[in-house]
């Protein structure tokens, strides 16, 4: 579960070796965004370069000063709602 893997300070990564795209994100950062229950190994979406889910595979990993010098972690900033709209013909008045 992904609120285990922050309770032990992991460092999660996704890798799509369809496009070879690798981006880290801090497991205690994932829980706000996907749940405390998320199971880790499954990926929470799909690639964002090329848009795929089928290549995307899961790692997490214990940090150590090695690999945070040489690495960006993506880390959430706020959460945007959006509107999503649709085509009617005609439709409704409303007031």
Known sequence: MMWEAARENLLIRLRCNGCRRSVY??????????????????????CSRCKSAEFVEVHATYPHAELLGKVTIRRPVKEITRWIWRNEVGGEIVK
């Open 25 to 46: 994100y801090w497991a205690a950062d994932l829980v706000k965004v996907v749940g405390p229950y998320h199971q880790v190994h499954v990926p929470p979406w799909r």
